[in-house]
Nanobody, 124 residues
Framework: QVQLVESGGGLVQAGGSLRLSCAVS????????MAWFRQAPGKEREFVSA????????FYVDSVKGRFTISRDNAKNTVYLQMNSLKPEDTAVYYC?????????????????WGQGTQVTVSS
């Protein structure tokens, strides 16, 4: 059974940086599209970024372009989200998600596997 475990969240001041990690169990990691979503209190879960498993193509929501970088290490079964120039509006629980496909998507319903989430809080 594939499991996703996030780490790296925390409290940071505006303008600071954090790196989230998501470790994935199983032997088919390279066949998954991996994504990060976030959910702030009272808001719907929002797509942040995704990366394919074969050609490492990426996609970002406009609000994080130029500040966040998604990457993956298929040898370590891990996906990362480097977050720079953090803003208070980035505060949310960040979730790692996976879908067994080569196609990047942004809809939460298209991802079958989810981690437990990690809290990111950005103070002003």
């Amino acid at each position: 059974q594939v499991q996703l475990v996030e780490s790296g969240g925390g409290l940071v001041q505006a303008g600071g940086s954090l790196r989230l990690s998501c470790a994935v169990s199983g032997r088919t990691f390279s066949r998954f599209v991996m994504a990060w979503f976030r959910q702030a209190p009272g808001k719907e879960r929002e797509f942040v970024s995704a990366i394919s498993g074969n050609d490492y193509s990426t996609f970002y929501v406009d609000s994080v372009k130029g500040r966040f970088t998604i990457s993956r290490d298929n040898a370590k079964n891990t996906v990362y989200l480097q977050m720079n120039s953090l803003k208070p509006e980035d505060t949310a629980v960040y979730y790692c998600a996976a879908r067994y496909s080569a196609v990047l998507t942004t809809a939460p319903g298209t991802y079958a596997l989810w981690g437990q989430g990690t809290q990111v809080t950005v103070s002003s």
